[in-house]
């Protein structure tokens, strides 16, 4: 027998943005039907940002035990319990799990269904046992490993981020297919943790982001003993031998080579989940790229909005946070809102990691003309020669007038930094502000404010200037 729920609110999806809809709104007293038919948590707590963090951490401690000899301390040669690396990752994950849990939600007065959803028409979904017709929808469904239709891929067991953390044994040699973000990440926490890698990339490794910064973690991370091929298709993947894997692959020059492997992690990329959620029915345009949304995030159905992942665009677990924030001050309080992508700061956790917020130089320079562009390496930081970890650098960008409007940093600690120049972009500070701060020493992160001084620079030559400093000098 169906059951028929009116609530204000019928959230779709129990990943990071899902929950926090309906988590702010049950704070508010407002009645929530929250669906999921997967784990609590959605991909980022079981398969992807938590799971990949702790990985790369355990890849931390592997390395710092190798580079130990430089600080003039020695603990031996580098062993690795995979088993034990497993066992730490899940932790971590069940550390987290409550606070995502039915359990709590149910707490919170939030009704959880634990069953799949699909719209019936625009103004029903069914779940179960369950038909909820609510005032509002958000779908928030988030998005899959993306896997391309590569001949042969389908006859090897690969590894996608929903597969990768249940190993429990190292992987000889692992053949990543893609080198953005996630390949990056994982290629380099795997070669430190014993295995052989080879990444392939059709394109430019991280190739979305500043090409200057990008080589300066690639640089490390090839220094480390991982094979990145660039302008790399792979065009056949086969079995070899009774566990291995060959692939083949063509490079930019035509050249055709094979790299034989142990196992294959296949990182090309996100697709949304729109598949088997009745949007068609729901009057919901969407393609495969996701649903289609306004800037204030609602659908084609006014009843519906649609954040993070499946909405397309920046696809970031902070980013469906974000989109959140913006669908309850709508929803609740009918009050205007819409996303700001030029706010959203990014990072690759790779070793030295790579942050960005706001404008690329290319873009700055279409978009204001003439811009400035300020460096300071962590070479010339007194903190960064200390910790050994002297490679790269913070730019910064500003329009003519001093306006900060894009930072990318490589470099230690980066993804840490950033916050404070996404601060600084979306409250439209200027270099001068930056100058008014004082930072304590010795920290990395004074690298900015140096960078930021260097824009004044030019002043202490300039005659006229001088001319009113040895003016003034003679008042005493």
Not at 206 to 216: Q, R, S, T, V
Not at 333 to 362: C, Q
Request: hydrophobic content about 40%; aromatic content about 6%; some cysteine.
């Amino acid at each position: 027998m169906t059951t028929t729920l009116r609530p204000d609110i019928c959230v779709i999806g129990a990943g990071s943005g899902g929950l926090t809809v309906a988590a702010a709104a049950a704070s508010f007293g407002v009645e929530v039907v929250l669906i999921e038919k997967g784990k609590m948590g959605g991909d980022c707590l079981n398969y992807g940002c938590v799971p990949s963090k702790a990985i790369i951490a355990a890849g931390k401690h592997a390395h710092a035990i190798a580079e130990a000899p430089h600080f003039g301390v020695s603990s031996g040669d580098v062993k690795v319990d995979y088993r034990k690396v497993h066992a730490h990752i899940h932790s971590v994950i069940g550390a987290i799990a409550p606070n995502d849990s039915v359990e709590r939600f149910t707490a919170l007065g939030v009704k959880v269904i634990e069953d799949a959803a699909a719209f019936t028409d625009p103004e029903t979904v069914i779940a179960g046992d369950y038909e909820i017709k609510a005032r509002r929808f958000v779908v928030a469904t988030g998005s899959s490993a993306f896997v391309p239709p590569i001949p042969g891929i389908d006859t090897v067991d690969y590894l996608t981020n929903e597969t990768l953390f249940d190993r429990t044994q190292k992987a000889r040699h692992l053949i990543v297919i893609g080198g953005g973000p996630i390949g990056m990440e994982m290629a380099q926490a795997h070669r430190r943790l014993g295995s052989e890698v080879t990444v392939i990339e059709g394109l430019k490794a991280l190739g979305k982001d500043d090409p200057e910064l990008a080589a300066i973690v690639l640089e490390r991370i090839r220094s480390e003993g991982v094979e990145i091929m660039e302008g790399a298709t792979v065009t056949e993947v086969r079995k070899h031998g009774k566990s291995g894997v060959r692939v083949t692959v063509k490079t930019d020059t035509e050249e055709e080579k094979t790299v034989t492997g142990s196992h294959i992690l296949v990182a090309t990329g996100r697709a949304a989940n729109v598949e088997g959620i009745g949007l068609k029915e729901a009057g919901i345009d969407y393609d495969r790229g996701g649903i289609k949304v306004g800037k204030n995030l609602r659908t084609s159905n006014k009843r519906v909005y649609a954040i993070g992942d499946v909405a397309g665009g920046l696809q970031f677990t902070h980013v469906a946070g974000y989109h959140a924030g913006l669908v309850v001050q709508q929803i609740l309080f009918r009050a205007p809102a819409k996303e700001n992508r030029g706010i959203v700061p990014w990072a690759t956790y790779t070793d030295p990691e790579l942050a960005h917020v706001g404008l690329s130089e290319e873009e700055a320079r279409k978009q204001h003309g003439q811009i400035h562009v300020l460096r300071w390496p962590y070479a010339e930081n007194d903190r960064a020669l200390a910790e050994r970890k002297t490679d790269g650098l913070i730019k910064l960008i500003t329009n003519k007038k001093g306006r900060i409007v894009g930072v990318s940093i490589a470099g230690a600690g980066a993804g840490e930094m950033i916050n404070m120049w996404a601060l600084a972009i979306v409250n439209k500070m200027r270099l001068s502000d930056v100058r008014g701060y004082v930072p304590p020493y010795p920290t990395m992160a004074e690298i900015g404010k140096r960078a930021a001084i260097t824009y004044y620079s030019p002043m202490t030559r300039k005659p006229f200037v001088r001319r009113i400093i040895g003016f003034m000098r003679r008042f005493g």
